[in-house]
């Protein structure tokens, strides 16, 4: 039975919609948010949106969906293959290169078993986290909900003690984006410095501590965090889509030669480095707060979930891409398997030393727009509390928050200048949670479930937790074995 229908079936909502939740208080609270300065000419929707203006540049993040517009004209949404290209550049990023050190950690037949498990248990959590959202906007005639608002309207909406509960919730989601967003950061500027660091040593132009290269790549960031304007960031992601197509297809070129038997490769590696492999594999699928806002953009919204829907069709795309990309990698290289599979590639060859150039600038230009969740979230935290007091909040003193933060993943990169470990940290500590966890505990509070629907995601909560302790146990283990 499709997901949808099952739900249909066995899960009721807990209220209804002419209940005697306060509609018209909370509907004020979860409003979108619409910021504009003389400094800054985007307009930056959470929550709902207004159908008055069309998107010239979008950009989706955790986040919300982040436009720059113009006003005479009116918004169309995007089309189901709009979506489709949307999902797969949000799942496909620098998690995809670590996956054959995770298979290293998890064993060649294990890995491939446990990724595909993984999928279809995190498409499982998006499809219940968008019916979950998709119940709460009818229940509160609110357009559309973001991950964080619909955590706590999932909370609000209730008639029992965790109702109480509402902004907790939102400051969890909201917490852990941020973890993430940043952790992502810190890989992008990891990455950066392991691949060029081995082009300019191959090159013989340089020799310099892994560190040294941090505070340069740190430095170059620095102007760019410094825009503010999503019409001047959207091209450089365009560009750097374009970018990450030509470094794929390079790297399964190279994948698929001269292949070992894989009988050479331990299928199940040791118990030790498992929680590693779990770790670093849900890295990968971190990108599930992308989910809402796609959904919401969407023209055909039902179209987006289903059996043939855009959601199943693009982590169909994206697991089978992840599995190609793990299995082919540590099937190669076995142990010498590299924490980013780039710097695997041949150092004597100018077309593989470019192509580790080119997944080097796309990840810098993209550093900002990951960045631009964190810097969204937090700052309007800092303006809210100002408020609160009675004070105002120093001009420009938003370009110091934003130099602190990337000094503050500048200085966790230095630390910990290991790619593999980093993925793993972050997996396990934040990604279990939004990808898995949070998606079954919101459907619960949303729904008056069924004993079954109760069994299955006790066990996805179970398998989740489960990953979260050993996971950033292993990884923080590992992390002070290096110091």
Known sequence: MPVREFLMEESTPLISNSSSFEHGKYETELKHHETKDDTDDIVTFKGNLLKTEVVEYEIFTASGNHMVTKPEEISTGTTNTECLMHLLKCMIGTGVMGLPMAYKNGGLWMGLAVVTLMGIICTHCMHILVQSENELCARTKIKGLDYANVMSTACATRNDWLKNWSKSSENLVNTLLVITQLGICCTYIVFITDNMKQVLETAG????????????ITALIVPLVMV??????????????????????????????????????PAVADIE????????????????????????????KPAFLGKAGVLNLGLTITVALYNAVGFYGYLKFGEDTQPSITVNLPSDDWLYLSVKVVFSVSV?????????????????????????????????SDYLFRFSLVLLTCGLSALIPHLDLLIALIGAFAGTFLAIILPAVIELLTFQCRLQVWIKNGLIIFVGLTGFTTGTYTSILEISRTF
């Open 228 to 265: 503010k304007k999503l019409k001047t960031l959207a091209p450089f992601s365009a560009f750097a889509n374009v970018l990450n197509f030509i470094g794929f297809l390079v790297i399964l070129v190279n994948l698929f030669q001269d292949l070992p038997d894989t009988r050479e490769r």
């Open 364 to 396: 810098y230009i993209t550093y900002p727009l990951q960045f631009y969740v964190p810097v969204t979230i937090l700052w309007s935290i800092i303006e809210n509390k100002a408020k609160e007091n009675g004070k105002m909040v120093p001009k420009h």
């Open 205 to 216: 132009l340089t020799v310099l501590d892994s560190r040294v290269y941090v505070v340069i």
């Open 273 to 300: 480095t498992i929680p590693l492999f779990f770790a670093q594999a849900l890295f990968a699928f971190e990108a599930i707060g992308m989910v809402l806002p796609l959904h919401m953009k969407m023209i055909d």
